[in-house]
């Protein structure tokens, strides 16, 4: 094997995640317990997208956080046991959402709660469109219409690009940070210098353009003074949506 190769096993090997969990732990816990949907939408299934085309002029941080701020909300999930915050963030305005599969890993049906920013009230999920523990990512939809949504990227940012990370950081509803892609560490990860940290998993990525580029994931090595944070590139839901 390849020594950059095995260099690359071990860093995906130290992966933190950035789901923030909380409550009593069960122990013995053998069973796993995920968000389950029917089989029928657990294919690859198209689900059309509104998209605009890159803007000619860049926004900063200011303009893209007053415009999606309401497009990320906070996700909390339970397994009976324990409770579990992440974040999310919808792609159309018919509540079609993404976030990390992590954050609703061997949670309980019916136990999770979208909540808006700036708003006191819940929804739930309406339907599974796609899950991938790989990639680490879960396309649903939401029990809600008329939502602020965020365009999906047509590219890939490169090394050096400024981005803006929109998420819920130990509950600290809608947090912004800002940074760079740091570099590419496989065809659809990327680390970022933004700022994240638990309860960012989940959160959106965006360019100067106020595209999604990516998925806040997690840390590369949790306690590290380093910022070595990451996050899935957007391209990972793509095959499962009709973009335009």
Not at 11 to 22: D, P, Q, R, Y
Not at 182 to 187: A, P, V, Y
Request: proline share 2%; hydrophobic share 35%; glycine share 10%.
């Amino acid at each position: 094997m390849k020594a950059s190769k095995l260099l690359f096993i071990i860093g995906i090997l130290s992966l933190t995640g950035c789901a923030h969990k909380s409550g009593h732990k069960r122990e013995n816990f053998i069973q796993e317990r995920s968000v389950v949907s029917h089989p029928s939408t657990m294919t690859n299934t198209n689900i059309e997208v509104s998209r605009n085309r890159r803007n000619v002029e860049k926004m900063d941080g200011a303009e893209v956080f007053s415009r999606y701020n309401t497009a990320v909300f906070m996700v909390y999930t339970s397994d009976g046991y324990n409770m579990y915050q992440g974040s999310g963030f919808f792609i159309n305005n018919s509540g079609l959402a993404v976030s990390n599969y992590h954050v609703f890993k061997n949670t309980s049906i019916g136990e999770e709660g979208i909540k808006l920013a700036g708003s006191k009230e819940t929804y739930k999920v309406s339907e599974i469109i796609k899950r991938n523990e790989q990639e680490d990512f879960i396309l649903f939809k939401v029990n809600i219409a008329n939502t602020n949504y965020i365009p999906i990227a047509g590219r890939k940012p490169n090394v050096g690009e400024k981005v803006f990370a929109i998420g819920s950081p130990r509950g600290l509803e809608n947090t912004f940070s800002s940074g760079e892609i740091s570099q590419w560490r496989d065809r659809n990860l990327m680390q970022i210098s933004a700022l994240i940290d638990h309860g960012s998993s989940g959160g959106a990525l965006i360019n100067e353009y106020g595209e999604v580029v990516g998925i806040t994931s997690g840390t590369f090595y949790d306690g590290s003074q380093a910022n070595l944070n990451y996050a899935w590139s957007i391209d990972v839901i793509k095959p499962y949506i009709n973009m335009r």
